[in-house]
């Protein structure tokens, strides 16, 4: 028997009466966790194995194959997050992009705190696309990708203006512009967010306000790194982007 911290990643039927749980624990990791009974009215654990819950676990956790639960200590749900798509994408999506990046039953280290730190930033309020940002800049490194946001990749001189360059896998000052034609033509403000972003921590943001305009080339920027140099495909990001597009009216009828 094992005691463990848990944020509840997603669910699904399983057989007539049980349920997997995915959740993602501070010691070892993403789990797939087989609950006999869940689907039964009244069953005793229902509350700790909803979406978005948080809670501490007692239980089996097997090397191999699924682990068990026995008992829940105390569990608790992201409320805010609960309520809202948009921000239940948000949260799913990080949680999806985590899932990627750590495989199944090794645990995340640091990583857990800062991914359960990000959630929690959500669900208080904090703009959820630039918690989102913060997150998809730090995994980078996870992924593989490890862009340079100090200095220039080429002479490593600090400069006041840059671009990113995906082909040399960072910033290029404006002498080096020239090496490559499909830099990301970025303004100083997102490089000075991406740069930001790559070294905040988590774990001591407060607040943050950044401009729409800003905001939105920021994603655009994530977009195209993740898409030409990670290329995982998330489910909830497919939500995101196509909540983009839906007119407000739709959204705000939701709340
Ligand atoms: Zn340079």
């Excluded at 809670?55 to 699924?66: F, M």
């Excluded at 569990?75 to 495989?103: K, S």
């Excluded at 972003?197 to 407060?206: A, I, N, Y």
């Amino acid at each position: 028997m094992a005691e463990f911290s848990g944020v509840v990643v997603y669910r699904k039927d399983y057989r007539e009466r049980d349920m997997l749980v995915k959740i993602l624990t501070d010691r070892f990791g993403f789990k797939m966790f087989f609950i006999r009974g869940a689907r039964k009215r009244g069953f005793r654990l229902s509350a700790a194995i909803l979406p978005f819950t948080k809670a501490t676990y007692v239980g089996t956790i097997n090397d191999e194959g699924l682990s068990f639960i026995s008992a829940v200590k105390e569990a608790g749900q992201y409320q805010a997050i609960c309520q809202d798509i948009v921000l239940n994408a948000y949260a799913a999506y990080i949680l999806g992009l985590a899932e990627a990046a750590f495989n199944d039953g090794h645990p995340l280290n640091e990583w857990y705190q800062k991914i359960e730190r990000a959630i929690s930033l959500i669900d208080q309020g904090l703009d959820a696309a630039i918690v989102t940002n913060i997150v998809e800049v730090q995994l980078l490194g996870r992924f593989g990708v490890k862009p340079n946001l100090k200095d220039c990749v080429i002479c490593h001189q600090e400069a006041t203006v840059y671009d990113f360059s995906e082909s040399y896998g960072g910033l290029l000052c404006q002498k080096h512009w020239h090496l490559d034609p499909r830099r990301l033509h970025l303004d100083r403000r997102t490089i000075y967010f991406l740069r930001l972003f790559s070294k905040v921590d988590l774990m001591r943001l407060g607040s943050i306000k950044i401009k729409d305009e800003t905001k939105d080339r920021l994603r655009l920027t994530m977009n195209q790194i993740y898409r030409n140099d990670v290329g995982v495909n998330i489910k909830a990001k497919k939500f995101l982007d196509d909540i983009k597009e839906w007119p407000q009216s739709v959204l705000n009828d939701d709340k």
